[in-house]
């Protein structure tokens, strides 16, 4: 059975105009059921990571200083959202799903998270509204554990995944790829194993073009494991996205990664990354065609 873990049990408490789209995440859960992509029983509540696991990727003290609510003005305003212990809560899940995802697929061969894709954080500091990094934590903890030999992390949201690649940069097991914005945040990249950087307004067919060599290279690095960030912010009609990528091209590019890991025989989970288009209703849409191109996935190979 297909799985999508989630984390929108709990509630976040933002302040009025805040302009992350928190209600997103709630909004994509009851989407997939509404429009018969997952059943309720595939989507299970996410467990929360433990000190230790996050360890494996981040500072302790920095972990500490988030968990306990004593991180500095300068600190808090970089992740972009206000401390709260339903925040903390909310983070723990958030990157205990993309954990939980991972184990799941390395059973059946895809799983998912309705959140996670939290690749702006680095070991010792937050930012983009990421204060823990899902993808490098699922990472280090399974080949810690001796599950993964090579991983494999696909990052093709619309900003560059410059805390993945600071984290996991000297990691040899780990390769990194990350297609995003040229122009867009974050302004200082850090070099990943693989950098495309995409001029604004760059559609359809430009990105397709891109991506082909890009996934092959990442193929041809051997994981046994793919962490797939899916962002959907390169969506034309998003505000922070200045790409020109339609529903059509980013089903596309869902398509290919998922494909390419299926013929290779590669487990792979897929993440949600960011997404701000307005109205939130297209951002929504974005993320279940994703899970739509998941499940035919799941499916025709005849996964349990």
Sequence with gaps: MLVAFTSDHHEVPLPPGHRFPMEKYRLLREALIAEGVLGAAQIVPSPLATVDELCCAHERAWVEAFLSGELSPSAIRAIGFPWSPQHVTRTLSAVGGTLAAARRALAVGLAGNLAGGTHHAARDKGAGYCVFNDLAVAARVLHAEGRVERVAIVDL????????AAILGADPWAWTLSLHGEKNFPFRKVPGSRDVGLPDGLDDEGFLAALEPAL???????????????????????????????????????ARVIGAARAAGVPLVATLGGGYAEPISETVKAHVNTWRVLTRAFENADLR
């Design 157 to 164: 949201d619309v900003h560059q995944g410059d805390g993945t």
């Design 216 to 254: 092959e290279e990442a193929m041809a690095f051997g994981p046994d494991l793919i962490l797939y960030q899916g962002g959907v912010d390169g969506l034309h009609c998003d505000r922070l996205g200045r790409l020109g990528i339609r529903h059509e091209g980013l089903m596309a590019r869902d």
